[in-house]
């Protein structure tokens, strides 16, 4: 799932892997412990590099998307400045900085290109900007908005699924994994990287189960199940939440809608049918031969 380099691409990413791990190694031991108030000054000072670090992809981010290039490149050299001597000690995992090492190398390529209006800018700068955002923002960050996304993505799968629509399966399963890939970066910053490895296994199982016209139906079955647990463990969402997944064993969502409107119109009439009945009722003056008859119909 990882991006891969060649050449001089490769060495550009690895500068900016031992930049990252320097800053997050070398400058935390610079640390001084004498003084309180100096740790305060460095944490500060931390601080405000990350804010610099999250205004300039936020603004690359919006270049990115309107395909300037010239100010892009401009944005993109601001959030090397910011990564200079930032510390990462207690921000993430090493994983965690070769995922942002990942992502800054891929928008970094993409300006290469200088082609803008592509797919490629809003991809690359959105995957940036979640990651970025998912390192300052730790318990409220826009990746956890992918939830439903990707619940609605499984949602589609199943659908296919229990109609037996091999095309509508694939291109739901591509688009369950394109909104993955997206938020990958962000997620390995914040989560386990085994609950990461774990997804990734079973996306590549999906991509198998999904190319194969031939897959056994009832293991495809268990494998979208198993998948609605993972994106749970995902999110950290518990194990009673629902993930929008449809009524399985059907597949015809019609059949619920025209059953569920039928029992609504019974019950109108049968409504109406008592209304009817309630003023059919005649009230009565009893007479001599009619003292037990107070109501007639």
Known sequence: MSVKWKGSSLLAALSIILLLLQGSQVYADELPVASTADVKITEQERADKLRQLEEATELLYQDMQQGNTQRANQDMEQVIEALERLSFKGLTSVEGIHALAESIMDVKETL?????????WISSSAR????????THPKQA???????????DLQRMNQAHN???????????????????????????????????????????VDSLTNDTKADTSVLTRTLLQ????????FGKKGDEQVFLPIA????PWNWSLL??????????????????????????????????????
Do not use: C
Request: aromatic residues 14%.
């Open 112 to 120: 290469a290109k200088a082609v803008d209006g592509q797919e490629e």
């Open 128 to 135: 940036l900007r979640l990651a970025v955002n998912s390192l």
């Open 142 to 152: 826009m990746w956890h908005q992918y939830y439903k996304v990707l619940g609605e």
């Open 163 to 205: 109609t037996g629509s091999g095309e509508a399966l694939r291109q739901a399963y591509l688009s369950l994994k394109s909104h993955y890939e997206l938020i990958r970066p962000a997620v390995v910053i914040r989560k386990d990287i085994t609950e990461i490895n774990r997804f990734d296994s079973w996306l590549y199982y």
């Open 227 to 234: 998948g609605e647990a993972l994106v749970k463990e995902l």
């Open 249 to 252: 064993g059907y597949g015809n």
């Open 260 to 297: 569920i409107g039928g029992w609504i119109l019974l019950a109108l009439f049968y409504t109406a049918y008592r209304k009817y009945r309630a003023n059919q009722t005649v009230i009565t003056i009893p007479g001599n031969k009619e003292k037990n008859d107070r109501f007639r119909f």
